[in-house]
């Protein structure tokens, strides 16, 4: 998950404090996201903790709220103080106050659950036997799991560092269940020598208050389809921050016509054929936006309106600006206020 620190994973590192020890951020990973490389570097980190305050909880107290503030708390201490947490304890942030006890509980919990009444927990997972083969090309994980049997989102569930859900083009170390080594590259060597990258690795971001119906019709697909690319058992359980891969990209050629589903808007359509709202009142002579299931809309061949694709370090107002569109009219067409976030993979419409 991701505060409202920015901090992301399960370590819930910040990226600067993440680039100390180690973790990579890339457009294609975020090392912060994969388990056993965060958990080396939290280790790391509190390691590192210990030795400058010399008492655990304190460590653990520094490592949420951050060194520099526990120091400066430590140099107001008079002689009396005896270096433990607790001496602080008054003097830390709420959150911190709060995040210490609670991480010790966890500890112990999880070493004698019956103790502290917890009974009849089921039986952990077994762990799933992987093994490490680099990777050199561009290919979809939901495509490799749909040509290797897989259950789907096993890949991506192997690799969450991978934030579009897709290999790079450049060497990679992927996880794979053991034994599948020889399928997959296999698999990776028939793909197409050009991917259609933007059409599999197209993103959305979560933000509070979504919804996985109201995401897919957003990007004109269904829920199931978004519960299948990304691997998810319930659509009710998604969250602020994640990543969602959508098969939401517009048709190579615009059909001259659709035929209304339940659901449906004039928005979404309009995102999903590359036109814009106005362009499809206009030809279909609407006088309001209300639709129903079964009508039948006239979509304008080349309707001048684009889609595009967010890069890293793009924002609202500088795509507006490069398209020659109004900041207002770019965040209206896509349905973001002037705040908004955007996030490099996803789509926008760009209003003719």
Not at 59 to 81: D, I, K, P, T
Not at 95 to 109: M, Q
Not at 191 to 197: G, K, L, N, S
Not at 299 to 304: D, N, P, R
Request: with cysteine.
């Amino acid at each position: 998950a991701l505060s409202r620190a920015r901090a992301l994973g399960m370590w819930q590192f910040i990226s600067s404090t993440g680039y100390r020890y180690g973790l990579k951020r890339t457009e294609w990973a975020d090392e912060r996201m994969d388990p056993d490389k965060s958990t080396r570097a939290a280790l790391a980190y509190l390691g590192e903790l210990h030795e400058l305050f010399g008492d655990w909880l304190t460590a653990v107290a520094a490592y949420n709220c951050g060194e520099a503030r526990v120091q400066r708390l430590l140099e107001q201490q008079s002689a009396g103080y005896f270096d433990q947490f607790w001496d602080l304890y008054e003097q830390l942030p709420r959150e911190t106050r709060r995040y210490v006890p609670r991480f010790i509980a966890t500890v112990l919990i999880l070493g004698d659950p019956a103790r502290y009444g917890f009974h009849d927990l089921p039986a952990p997972l077994p762990p799933i036997e992987v093994e490490r083969i680099t990777t050199t090309r561009w290919v979809a994980l939901a495509s490799l799991d749909e040509q290797l049997a897989l259950p789907p989102g096993t890949l991506a569930e192997l690799n969450p560092e991978l934030r579009n859900k897709a290999t790079p083009d450049m060497p990679y170390e992927l996880l794979v269940p053991t034994g599948r080594t020889r399928q997959v590259l296999a698999s990776i060597a028939a793909q197409p020598a050009t991917a259609p990258r933007a059409a599999v690795t197209t993103v959305h971001h979560v933000r509070r208050g979504e919804s996985l119906s109201g995401i897919a019709r957003r990007y004109g697909t269904s829920v199931a389809t978004l519960m299948r690319l990304n691997g998810l058992r319930d659509p009710n359980r998604i969250s602020p921050g994640q990543t969602l891969t959508v098969d939401g990209s517009a048709p190579a050629t615009t059909p001259s016509s659709y035929t209304v589903k339940r659901g449906d808007s004039l928005w979404n359509i309009a995102r999903r054929f590359g036109t814009s709202v106005d362009r499809i009142r206009r030809d279909n002579g609407l006088r309001s936006d209300t639709l129903r299931p079964g009508q039948r809309l006239s979509l304008a061949q080349g309707s001048g309106s684009r889609t595009y694709i967010v890069r890293r370090g793009d924002t609202l107002g500088r795509i507006a600006s490069q398209n020659r569109v109004s900041l207002d009219r770019l965040a209206r067409a896509n349905g973001l206020s002037l705040r908004s976030t955007i996030y490099p993979g996803e789509r926008l419409v760009i209003p003719e």
